[in-house]
């Protein structure tokens, strides 16, 4: 199974800054996840990067927001930008999950927002 | 569209008693359903899958998981908790017709010593 690395693992930020969280994984893989969860909650989905192509945002979720980059086939970055309290709350990134395959899952970027 | 639901956000056993987490889906294509595991400052990992072989699954930790499609469930046990197993869990679904997964809202299991 994929092994994904995740960094920063943590980070506390000003208001009104932005942060680039970085995910890579050790294998080639088609498709990247980037979830938001909330304390205590389950995981939402921000959006699906594929390489080559533009990442496809789920609702409520828009790319000026959380741009996202996947140069090739092994790396992906989420940004937060322009962070505010609301933004508070754990950033996962996760890989695979084609056909009947399961995602895998970094441990996550905890970000707080002052 | 598939969906899970997961009953009981939080479930307390003694140590060394069974473990019944619940899951239910709801899915209009033959579904693959997981279960994952969450430990404090970490990521998901994967307990255990359903791919449409066995329907009893056995995964890591002692954890199994058995499908019944005539109750549209997936849940998860484990004969003899562990001070270990603690934790969050989710239950997710996904298809062959897609990519996505859909997890639940999550299950905190509490093992009392």
């Known amino acids: 199974s994929a092994v994904i690395s995740q960094k920063p693992s943590r980070d506390i930020c000003q208001r009104g800054t932005s942060l680039t969280i970085q995910c890579q994984v050790d294998?080639?893989?088609?498709?990247m996840f980037w979830y938001r969860q909330q304390p205590g909650q389950s995981l939402t989905l921000i959006a699906t990067?594929?390489?080559?192509?533009?990442?496809?945002?789920e609702s409520g979720f828009v790319i000026d927001k959380f741009p996202i980059s996947r140069p090739n086939l092994t790396f992906s970055t989420l940004t937060v930008s322009n962070m505010s309290p609301e933004d508070s709350s754990i950033y996962l990134c996760?890989?695979?999950?084609?056909?009947?395959?399961?995602?895998?899952f970094g441990d996550g970027t905890r970000l707080s927002i002052l | 569209a598939q969906s899970v639901t997961q009953l009981g956000s939080h479930v307390s056993v003694s140590e060394g008693a069974l473990v019944l987490l619940r899951c239910n889906y709801s899915?209009?294509?033959?579904?693959?359903l997981f279960w994952y595991v969450q430990y404090p400052n970490q990521g998901l990992q994967l307990l255990l899958k359903?791919?449409?072989?066995?329907?009893l699954v056995k995964g890591i930790n002692g954890f199994e998981a058995e499908f019944k499609k005539s109750e549209t469930s997936f849940h998860l046990t484990k004969p003899s908790a562990h001070m270990s197993d603690a934790a969050e869990y989710f239950c997710?679904?996904?298809?062959?017709?897609?990519?996505?997964?859909?997890f639940g809202t999550g299950t905190s299991l509490t093992v009392i010593p």
């Open positions: 997710a679904v996904t298809t062959n017709t897609g990519n996505q997964f859909y």
């Open positions: 996760s890989a695979g999950g084609n056909s009947n395959q399961p995602q895998h």
């Open positions: 359903y791919t449409s072989a066995a329907t």
């Open positions: 990067a594929n390489q080559g192509s533009e990442a496809t945002y």
């Open positions: 294998s080639q893989v088609t498709m």
């Open positions: 899915s209009s294509v033959p579904p693959y």
